[in-house]
């Protein structure tokens, strides 16, 4: 990262910024991972406001790179005349025009929002980087050996999840999950339709139910010694 010789008043308007700037809606399709993401518009509509209400506007424009590669420069400037600014990079996908615009909208999302604070999903990376596997890692078999109905049943069930997830969090996607009287069988089918961040989101929530329960029951003890 690159900064003025002094960086004071842009610090305290970028912190008076960040105090105003919280998540960008996601609004953006992305058919590959088959979920929503904040697009560049929604990212710029989030954070703009803020910085320019703090005195500070963004420049953001392509920077010489290595062949196969684009780079883009995002400089912070306040109105004192203090600024900072970094380079990111990516892999270009397809070395022609839409390769080139595909990479410069996703560098220019990213690096907003990283400079900015801003909280928004990276789902739509993979237009812009080289190939990459799939989120979702099925158990080998399990949701094939559903029977039509009971697929459309599940599915039914993990994009409610799925979107009380995105929409307010992992307690009420949990308690939706936990509404329905499952078999194994179904709850491994189920486990698929879920990417790796969700799957952790709960994993963590049942050991964090699991430590609360093992903590009520040890007050519990000790009242009765």
Known sequence: MKTSESI??????????????TFAAKDASNPFFKSKYADLPTVIDAVKPALNDAGIVFI???TPSEAG?????TRLIHESGEWIEDIATAPLQKNDPQGYGSAITYLRRYS??????????DDDGQ????????????LTGVWESMDAESQKFLQGIALDVIDLFDESGIELAVKRLNA????????AALWTRFDSKLRSAIKKHAESEKMAKELEKTIEESKHQ
């Open 60 to 62: 953001q424009s392509a």
């Open 112 to 121: 907003l929002a990283a400079f900015t604070g801003l909280y928004q999903d």
């Open 127 to 138: 237009a812009a980087s080289q190939p990459v596997k799939k989120v979702i890692a099925p």
């Open 180 to 187: 329905q009287s499952l078999d194994n069988d179904e709850k």
């Open 8 to 21: 004071g008043k842009i610090a305290t308007a970028l912190l008076q910024a960040q105090k105003a700037i």
């Open 69 to 73: 590669t684009l780079s883009l420069t």
